[in-house]
């Protein structure tokens, strides 16, 4: 029998009983920040349950980690605290369970209308890095920036190759995105120019958002990595392709990245999208013993990019990929970033890189949709090379579930001018 809420669910809903995923909420203007599921069209608020005393297993019965105003210290207690919240909220939640379903006064505290709320960002976030884990797109990044005869850089098979990203910028699903300034240079040796952004681009990515941390000079082995793994979201890192091209040798971005990157405000645990799991792709050469994994996962989560372009109504879909087109997995990742000893922390976010399939209409940002600006996009009626200001765009990604699904909902933001 099929897990089923007392509150009415769309079967088309990213958030049926299945889901559950952590967000943080206010459910009002100027009313404090607090954790929350959602669940349906509605904020499930964590801190109400909690005061209501319905978290009464043994680890989260005296915790005060739903009062918070992130969920740092929730993701910090590990696996054994997020699967008892999790039975807790899906028996609560459940038909067959009266202690809310029949108590109006709790549901009317507890359960918020999902479009009346203002959602947060769901952690504060220490540290980001951002991997480059998808083949595809290392491929077609390395043609373009370095031609055709070695795209893929020689260490690629053997490391998860990342860069450290700025925390400070990180934004939620909806903040409007300034143009960034910067040098470019245009071909050849032509002097750079500064200016704003000529090739400002959106990537496709998720990000991989870190529970329990290590201890400095402690790596977290491989095959014990998921445990360090909270859950995901939608991350949309977005580049500006000149700032990116005439700065990144040989360190790697830097302006050309860091003055904005999105993530939605759902965090879909681990946990809840094991129905999804299946296998990465076999890796050839084998890696390393030490990035060895005994089960080697990866998820079945559809992705989509639609772009609004400046002044219209309608959106269009420019992109469908698969996070299941990942070479390098996220436990291959997290324990590839600690190996040298570096700790990470509770709330720190591992992006993926963009996510691109094998087929044009799978790439995961515009440098490769439009071949760094070569074959402009037809958008309902118009064309675009990179982005302009006005132009939206929206991330989603999903898992179809059999009668239901497991959704992220979207990541989108809005392009505005520079500053003068
Ligand atoms: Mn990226």
Redesign the pocket.
Known sequence: MALKSFIEVHPDSHFPIQNLPYGVFRPEPGSAARPGVAIGDYVLDLSEIASAGLFDGPILKNSDCFSQPNLNKFMAMGRSAWKEARATLQGLLSYTEPALRDNAALRQKSLVPMNKVEMLLPVAVGDYT?FFSSMHHAKNCGTIFRGPENPIPANWFHIPIAYHGRASSIVISGTDIIRPRGQGRPTGNTPPYFGPSLKLDF?L?MGAIVGPGNELGKPVDVNEAANHIFGLVLLN?W?ARDIQAWEYVPLGPFLGKSFGTTISPWIVTLDALEPFACDAPKQEPPPLPYLAEKISKNYDIALEVQIKPAGQEDSRVVTKSNFNHLYWTLTQQLAHHTINGCNLRPGDLL?T??ISGPEPESFGCLLELTWNGQNPLSLNGTSRKFLEDGDEVTLTGCCKGNGYNVGFGTCSGKIIPSHP
């Open positions: 951002d990537e990515e890192d580049s992006g890189g963009t």
